[in-house]
């Protein structure tokens, strides 16, 4: 089976202002990439309770974060002429667009809502599913390339059972 992409963006917080602060895809061979993003210098927006979610603070990101330039530039190298899937769209694709804005540059990928993929009955059991493979894999915490791999994984389980969802995906 072949499998899409997938790209999860963590933020400052939601809404107006808010901007990436950590970029992480799976691609289609299972390989992650995942990196922290230097906020510009008029991204000024923080929302405390996004960073208790992703636990990422922005002494960390001033420490380790990349060039909004470097960010978008390894997306492109890496995601160039692929359709990238997320699970956040009305989210990621703001997100996405500000760090291009940034770094002056246009995204050689496409980015498309996950839910385009799924059929009625798998977008049913998508939740359920999710929490079950982030269960099996002990991840707590939300992190962009780990979230990533959950949901691609998550993907793979709902495609592989077909016709046959009767089967269950949470563990016991």
């Known amino acids: 089976m072949i499998l899409p992409a997938l790209i999860d963006i963590e933020a400052s917080g939601f809404g107006v202002g808010s901007y990436p602060i950590e970029v992480g895809f799976v691609d289609g061979d299972g390989a992650l990439f995942c990196t922290l993003v230097l906020p510009e210098p008029d991204w000024q927006h923080w929302d405390a309770q996004a960073e208790a979610l992703h636990g990422i603070s922005r ?38 667009g500000r760090l291009f804005d940034a770094a002056e540059m246009s995204p050689r990928f496409k980015l498309e809502d996950l839910r385009n993929l799924l059929t009625a009955e798998q977008a049913e059991r998508w939740h359920d599913t999710v929490s079950a493979v982030r269960l099996e894999l002990s991840i707590g915490r939300h992190r962009a390339s780990s979230d990533a791999k959950v949901l691609q994984i998550a993907y793979a389980r709902l495609a592989a059972l077909g016709p046959d969802l009767a089967r269950p995906t949470m563990a016991a």
Do not use: E, F, I, M
């Open 59 to 96: 002494p960390v990101l001033s420490t380790h974060g990349k060039s909004v330039r470097w960010v978008a530039q390894q997306l492109n190298d890496r995601l160039g002429g692929l359709t990238v899937y997320c699970d956040a769209w009305g989210h990621d694709y703001p997100w996405l």
